[in-house]
């Protein structure tokens, strides 16, 4: 049985190691990787594989080999990206900065666990996550007719924050160069827009424009 591991998300310092697994001392037979490896600023992607299969794969005659590839594969624009960005990340301890800027956001996300609606707050490295609830209690949602998740979105890009809110959970990936004073700025709107949006939900009311 192969391990298959998808770094996609987490690869590339994301969560303070280069690679998520990298947390639980556990080594894939294959992994697959894109976004991190250029920040995404080109599309680009592919896989690692151990030396298990590689050989598997080499010591197949030619004409019987394993042959995978699309019309942009290798393109060169793409890779000649990414290894300028892995240089930069390596350069600027960006890995490291992650981990440390990761560990001081979730301290700070922890402090709205106090709000009346925050549920679950989890992070690691510059990934994190807040839940947001109708019950603490019984971990239970907002009825889908009262809109949270998007008035959330709507909220937090008002107050200039731009990130995902998945069924109700403000999913937060800030890049690997954000500033302390912007990883502050994030969480006082994360602490604002909720707070602003679950107020006017229990009361029944349309959430109003901010002044």
Partial sequence: MLFIADDVITGFGRTGRWFGLDHYGVEPDIMQFAKGITSGYVPLGGIGVSDTVRDVINGVPPGKRWMHAFTYSGHPTCCAVALSNLDIIER???????AAAGARL?????????LEAVGHVRGQG???AVEVFADKTTRSLFPAEAGLTQKLTDAMLERGVYTRVAMDCICIAPPLVTTDAQLDQIVDTVRDAVTHVVGAVKKGLSVPARS
């Fill in 106 to 114: 979730l301290q700070k996300l922890r402090t709205l666990e106090v």
């Fill in 126 to 128: 510059l990934i994190a």
């Fill in 92 to 98: 600027e301890q960006l890995v490291e900065r992650s």
